[in-house]
């Protein structure tokens, strides 16, 4: 199978391969998440399957990457994504705010990427506990697929690298709102000399994103995973193209997390129009960043397709500064980011 390398042929892909992929793996989940025991728990993981059902659709793309074996890469990055997810749920949405809590929940994402790794109860600081097994069939899922891949062992120390930076975001940012803040610069303050120059909530931005890991995986079906290699592949896609992924997501909900108090990074700019020139920043270093690995037309359409699909969103219509910003934005990604709003646009009505 050819990978996609115009806006069209990414398109078609997505629509008559991926998404049909995607709602196959997710029916299955939700199969299992409708017997989990625990009411709080089974109300969680269908929330959660069914609100953020677009992270796996997105995220699935990068399928296309294995060539071949896309179906089984797409059934690890459905199974992961829908970890994730679960798991902010729990978070976002509990009656816990203990630390310790959120990162034992999170020992599951570590385990998922570790092909031998022993398999825990994760709810073990937490009141609710029975899932029937949800949580752990995810974890195994995410392992079984990993054992297939040939070159996993040098594969992993990568994945772990960029898991640990997600899962240090979760737990930082779910605590009481006081410590939110302070936590998470105290924890950028560990990074910031290794990293190009980010404010440190660009840097939990950067820490959200799930698409380096997915993108990696996926090209461990067929690619020679050389440390060199797997570097180059963590190295663009962290910071520039995860942190480009999660401000968008930050842009468009500002509205919405302004009326519940929710934590968003796009609030600490000091302007609209300082928060336009980063914005033009990370989509330049995202692209510059990409055009050295194999196929780098598929992540340079990666790229403005994020611009289109969170641009396009009906949450932007409410936001007169953040429909401004939109229209830079996407004349700032081109042809492509314009193809994709304009299709997503069209789709949604």
Known sequence: MNIPLSPWSLMSETYFKVLPAVRSNLNHWKIQAQQIPNPELRQQALASLTDKQFHCEGGAIYGLLAKRQWREAIRFIVAYQTISDYLDNLCDRSTSLDPEDFRAL???????????????????????????????????????????????????PVLHELANYYCDLQVHKHVTVEERVPRL?????????????????????????????????????????SETF?????????????????????????????????????FYYNSSDEMLDRFKHFIQNAKQSVAHLPNPQFH????QALLGVYLSNKKVRGQREVQRMAKQLIEIGGKPASFFFRSRLLLSH
């Open 106 to 156: 999170h020992e599951a994402m570590i385990a998922a990427l570790t092909p031998d790794a022993e398999i825990k109860n994760y709810y073990r600081l937490r009141d609710d506990q029975e899932d029937g097994g949800y949580l752990q069939n995810l974890v195994r899922t995410c392992q079984d697929v990993l054992r297939q891949l040939p070159n996993h062992s040098n594969l992993v």
């Open 185 to 225: 610069k105290l924890w950028f303050d560990l990074y910031q000399k290794q990293l190009p120059e980010l404010y440190w909530y660009e840097f939990s931005a950067c820490a959200g994103s799930t698409l380096g890991i997915f993108c990696l995986v996926a090209y461990a079906f067929h690619q020679d995973l």
């Open 230 to 266: 797997t570097n180059q592949v963590k190295n663009s896609y962290f910071p520039w193209v995860q942190g480009l992924h999660i401000l968008l997501d930050y842009l468009i909900d500002q509205e919405e997390d302004r009326i519940h108090g929710d934590l968003n990074f796009c």
């Open 300 to 303: 340079q359409l990666i790229n």
